[in-house]
């Protein structure tokens, strides 16, 4: 029986419990690394966890969910949006009920890389089917907003509650907390949001090949930057394993480009609005994740500020993250979607500019950083979607969807990998000493400084990138949003 064409919602307020499904399956993706960092001593002594064993609980989150994104998108585009994010928050209610019953790091990590498989399901469907969900730009980037912003507050507080809850609780409850969010999510996405229109779907043949080789260089290319920060510039292993990744990459282009039914068409990705989008969330993704390494490094390390104190040093950061989401609508419906996007692009730029030449003179120059580059991720993070959405056929909205997470997590990790590899080629001695010589904290300031430099250099290309390209998307994405009731 097809499914009962329903009209789209006029307000935010009539889709209200969509979005509260929407919401809570992006509250998972953000609180689920933050809250359980807190916890990772208390796990490594409990499990009797290595060092290694302890990165890999959180990692293989990271890669499984970065790598089967584009895997799912696809299939989700096939098979229905709606469908496949509801399997993904059974197995994460699944995984996450699991870990009551864990009592080896094995098992845990185990249990870690289901997770990562039902985010790799869900995250990217959250974003689709709100965009989906209402034929309005206004609306559009409005819901987009609000479910970022409940997703960033449990970003927010997740160290906090975790560390609370330690003091009376398992460590095991903070991620038996996924259970009543996933049974949430469940509610509102059964409730508010009708079944896929089969015309909406696409039956192209799966491209397993490419499906395979584009899984293999995102796995690798998020494996590399970890083993550059652990294993040091000077060892064989992270150029062997980013070697890989380009040669999957190579492969998986010519994949792409010679088969007739592609898993990703990058015909599609070429579209000005596609890849000026694109352009702009790698940009974010390498700022936010290099600019947050080096300032925690240096609050602690180079200034010798207690782990709470430097937490409170990241709350500029926290603050705009989190209070900006009212400004964004009234911002977009002002200058429009492609101009927000690339004018908070450049704030991101302006942002690492300001850390790399002023950072080192005080903290009042490194907040001005923080602001700057969150306040711009802030908008980026929903206008960028919302452009590379609308520059894409309406049957291929989730795996496009999954391609702005992809570039997000992928550029991630460049960005740790840059401050990482620089930091260890120009310090020297073991970094995590309290005791630095005047030596050491030369060449810190030195790394940090050049790191800054390189990751506005990188970011400024891809801005500039995502500039010319965007100027050349259809006049109309430069009008202002109308305002949403």
């Known amino acids: 029986m097809p499914p009962t064409t329903v009209s789209s919602p006029r307000s935010l307020r009539e889709a209200r419990v969509a979005l509260a499904g929407l919401s809570a399956v992006f509250l998972f993706e953000m609180l689920d690394n933050s809250i359980l960092n807190v916890a990772l001593p208390t796990i490594g002594r409990e499990l009797h966890a290595s060092t290694t064993g302890l990165q890999w609980v959180t990692g293989a989150y990271a890669v499984t969910f970065g790598g089967l994104m584009l895997a799912f998108g696809a299939l989700a585009d096939r098979v229905g949006r709606r469908r496949v994010m509801l399997v993904g928050l059974v197995l994460l209610a699944v995984a996450s009920l699991a870990t009551a019953f864990v009592d080896t790091a094995g098992q845990l990590i185990a249990v870690r890389v289901a997770m990562g498989v039902a985010a790799a399901m869900t995250t990217p469907g959250s974003m689709a089917l709100a965009f989906r969900l209402f034929d309005d730009d206004g609306l559009r980037v409005r819901a987009l907003t609000l479910i970022t912003t409940v997703g960033l507050v449990g970003l927010?507080?997740?160290?906090?509650?975790?560390?609370?809850?330690?003091?009376?609780?398992?460590?095991?409850?903070?991620?038996?907390?996924?259970?009543?969010i996933a049974a949430l999510a469940?509610?509102?996405?059964?409730?508010?949001?009708?079944?896929?229109?089969?015309?909406?779907?696409?039956?192209?043949?799966?491209?397993?090949?490419?499906?395979?080789?584009?899984?293999?260089?995102?796995?690798?290319?998020?494996?590399?930057?970890?083993?550059?920060?652990?294993?040091?510039?000077?060892?064989?292993l992270p150029w062997a394993v980013t070697a890989g990744a380009f040669v999957a990459a190579l492969a998986f282009v010519r994949r792409e480009r010679s088969t007739a039914h592609p898993l990703l068409d990058l015909a599609l990705v070429a579209r000005p609005l596609v890849s000026s989008g694109l352009a702009f969330k790698a940009a974010a993704g390498l700022a936010t994740a290099g600019l947050g390494y080096l300032v925690t490094l240096q609050l602690q390390l180079a200034w010798g500020w207690s782990p709470a104190l430097a937490a409170i040093g990241m709350l500029p950061q926290v603050i705009v993250l989190v209070a900006a989401g009212p400004f964004i609508g009234p911002f977009v419906q002002r200058v429009g979607l492609s101009r927000a996007a690339w004018l908070s692009s450049v704030a991101i730029v302006a942002g690492?500019?300001?850390?790399?030449?002023?950072?080192s003179l005080g903290y009042v120059w490194v907040a001005a950083a923080l602001v700057l580059v969150s306040a711009g991720?802030?908008?980026?993070?929903?206008?960028?979607?919302?452009?590379?959405?609308?520059?894409?056929?309406?049957?291929?909205?989730?795996?496009?969807?999954?391609?702005?997470?992809?570039?997000?997590?992928v550029a991630s990790g460049v960005g740790i990998a840059v401050t990482g590899t620089i930091l260890a080629a120009l310090f020297t001695g073991d970094i995590a000493r309290s005791d630095w010589t005047?030596?050491?904290?030369?060449?810190?300031?030195?790394?940090?400084?050049?790191?800054?430099?390189?990751?506005?250099?990188?970011?400024?290309?891809?801005?500039?990138?995502?500039?010319?390209?965007a100027r050349r998307?259809?006049?109309?994405v430069d009008e202002a949003v109308p305002a949403a009731v």
Do not use: C, K
């Open 156 to 180: 927010a507080i997740g160290p906090t509650v975790g560390g609370l809850a330690l003091a009376v609780v398992p460590w095991q409850i903070l991620l038996v907390v996924n259970v009543p």
């Open 186 to 236: 469940i509610v509102g996405i059964r409730s508010g949001i009708a079944a896929d229109d089969p015309a909406d779907l696409h039956r192209d043949p799966a491209d397993i090949p490419g499906a395979v080789l584009g899984t293999v260089t995102i796995v690798l290319a998020l494996v590399a930057p970890t083993l550059f920060v652990d294993e040091g510039a000077g060892s064989w």
């Open 352 to 359: 690492l500019a300001v850390y790399a030449l002023l950072g």
């Open 377 to 409: 991720m802030r908008v980026v993070g929903v206008v960028a979607g919302v452009n590379v959405l609308s520059g894409l056929p309406a049957n291929r909205t989730t795996i496009g969807a999954a391609l702005t997470d992809t570039a997000t997590e």
């Open 438 to 469: 005047a030596q050491q904290s030369a060449q810190f300031q030195q790394a940090t400084t050049l790191a800054g430099l390189v990751l506005t250099a990188v970011a400024a290309v891809l801005v500039g990138w995502g500039f010319v390209r």
């Open 473 to 476: 998307a259809p006049a109309a």
